[in-house]
Structure formats: structure tokens, C-alpha cells
């Protein structure tokens, strides 16, 4: 199996869908943690919907258009990041993340995105970086700093999630700044 280590205990590695029962576990597990930011967790509510989850990112996949990748602690799955937008054509992508409480603190998901960074910009030749959060989630807006990303500006009430419309915040990294070390250092 490929994955990529991340600290020594944790790993990345893709997140496909015969781990369904394992994913809707994770869910489960951390929706009330989770479901403040991340509309999937409206979506994967069972073993069933798990799997369909993951399917649509394994076709995705497959057309090029997306990807997501789990990160297991320990054996235990904590965590994710995917490429919610992925066009190569556009020479853009937008990375999104979660991870369980018991696994913050530890810079998991700092060194993950900057995996995939590295990868969208040195093998697939993206051009641009996204990063968007809700205005209210400071640990998402703190990752897109130590990514050295740019706020380029608020999308005002432009997410309805859960009866309420939220502010999003739009943050990107240029590939010429990651090559250019303009970008912080790369775990």
C-alpha cells in the first residue's frame, strides 16, 4: 500500500471505498466535533453512504478531478484531506482537511497539506493553491498561515450549511512562492 509518513505514529494514504465500515466508524466517532465545518458529515451516515462517499472521490480519481486521502494514527483512522477542486487544465486545486480531537496538536495536518502541495505543484504542474475556511474556524485559518498561504479576501455569506449562511475566507500559494521558498520550509 503507498502511503507517506508523518510523524511516527501516523501515516497518509488513500482513503477508498472498501474502508467504508471504517470511515463511517470515524464519522460517527467525531461528527459532533466535525460537523460545524464539513458538510460530509451531513452525507456519511452509515456504512452504505460511506462507501458512496468514496466512491464519488474514487471516480473523481480516476477523471482526474479530485482525490482524498486518510490519516491513520497509531492504526487508528483520525483524519483526512482531500483535493476538493482539482483541474489540472486550470492548473488549480483547493485542499480540504479534518482530523479528530485527539489527534490535534501535533502538526498532522500541516505536514500532510504540504505533502500534497508538493506533489499538485512539482508533479502535476498546478499553477494555484486554495485553502478556503468559515471566518469562525481559527485552527483552519492557522494551518493555511503555516502554509505560508495569502488571505486574498472573505467570500461574504457565501456557504449555507445548517441553516445558516457563513463567511469564507479564500487563502492561496502560488507555485513560483512554494519553489521559491518564499513558502515555509517543507516537512
Not at 14 to 23: G, I, K, M, S, Y
Not at 55 to 76: E, K, L, N, P, V
Not at 115 to 144: C, F, P, Q, T, Y
Amino acid at each position: 500500500m503507498l502511503s507517506c509518513r508523518l510523524d511516527e505514529g501516523a501515516e497518509l494514504r488513500p482513503l477508498e471505498p472498501w474502508q467504508a465500515a471504517e470511515f463511517a466508524a470515524h464519522a460517527d466517532r467525531d461528527r459532533a466535533h466535525f460537523e460545524p465545518w464539513l458538510q460530509w458529515t451531513q452525507l456519511v451516515t452509515d456504512e452504505e453512504s460511506a462507501r458512496a462517499f468514496l466512491q464519488r472521490y474514487a471516480d473523481r480519481q480516476a477523471a482526474d478531478d479530485g482525490r482524498i486521502y486518510g490519516i491513520w494514527s497509531h492504526g487508528r483512522l483520525v483524519g483526512g484531506t482531500l483535493f476538493r477542486i482539482f483541474s489540472p487544465a486550470d492548473g488549480l486545486c483547493e485542499i480540504g482537511v479534518w482530523l479528530s480531537p485527539e489527534a490535534q496538536g501535533r502538526g498532522l495536518i500541516t505536514r500532510a497539506a504540504r505533502l500534497m502541495i508538493d506533489w499538485a505543484v512539482g508533479e502535476r504542474g498546478m499553477h494555484r493553491v486554495e485553502w478556503r475556511n468559515a471566518v469562525e474556524n481559527e485552527r483552519s485559518k492557522a494551518v493555511a498561515k503555516r502554509l505560508g498561504m495569502t488571505l486574498d479576501g472573505v467570500l461574504r455569506e457565501a456557504f449555507p450549511y445548517l441553516g445558516r449562511r457563513f463567511d469564507i475566507e479564500v487563502w492561496s500559494l502560488l507555485a513560483s512562492e512554494w519553489r521559491s521558498g518564499d513558502a515555509p520550509p517543507r516537512a
